[in-house]
């Protein structure tokens, strides 16, 4: 199984470096990590007592796979989940905050714990988390992916300036959704033609 590390490295790799999208309300980023981030973290990288965006682009790849690490990973707690659910909950995490923890509570409110959807990976979320992987190991993890997927889809309906995160110009399956579906079973990947008729009521 691939580890954390590994992941956070991918993620690193596949944000890229500085890039500051008016459409992303994340604003100024570099290798996934956001300027606001860095503010609240108080990483001064290069000691001018501010945090700024020249201290963004200073941002080393080892520092972003760190920060990851510490903050995206270790301090939500994200190990007390099973271990087949922490990568693909790690990855989604640097994307979307607790909302990756959400999605998950929700799944398992779906299949009949008793949940809220806080955002907070706590004793009841924890032993939920591995009740149902016990119950159900080669299926929990995919049930995650297919939950993430929909998120996605459904944040762009929400909010036509994400789509393209989506959907790719051609109408492809966009970033979120190949990166959701490659912690899925191939089997349950939307066919072109599926993932196309879900996006087709977008501009």
């Known amino acids: ?22 459409s992303d ?17 108080g990483l001064d990288a290069n000691g001018d007592g501010k945090v700024s965006v020249a201290d963004l682009k200073a941002l080393t790849r080892a520092q972003a796979s760190d920060i990851f690490l510490r903050h ?22 640097v994307n979307a905050g607790a909302g990756a923890v959400r999605v998950l509570q929700r799944l398992l409110i779906q299949m009949g714990r008793g949940l809220t959807a806080d955002g907070v990976i706590g004793p009841k979320t ?40 989506a959907r790719r110009r051609d109408g492809g399956k966009g970033g979120w959704i190949t990166r959701a579906e490659e912690f899925i079973a191939p089997k349950y990947h939307l066919t072109e033609a599926q993932h196309r008729a879900r996006v087709s009521a977008w501009a």
Request: neutral net charge.
């Open 25 to 41: 309300p994340g604003g100024p980023t570099k290798y996934g990590v956001t300027l606001r981030t860095l503010a609240a973290l």
């Open 1 to 22: 199984m691939i580890s954390v590390r590994d992941i956070a490295d991918q993620i690193v790799a596949r944000e890229g470096g500085f890039v500051n999208d008016p």
């Open 72 to 93: 995206y990973f270790q301090t939500p707690r994200l190990d007390l989940l099973p271990e087949a659910l922490q990568p693909s909950v790690f990855d989604m995490y």
């Open 126 to 165: 924890a032993l939920a988390a591995g009740l149902a992987f016990d119950l159900a190991p080669d299926h929990l993890a995919d049930a995650y992916g297919i939950a993430r997927r929909n998120y996605y889809y459904a944040l762009a309906d929400a909010r036509p300036a994400s789509r393209k995160y």
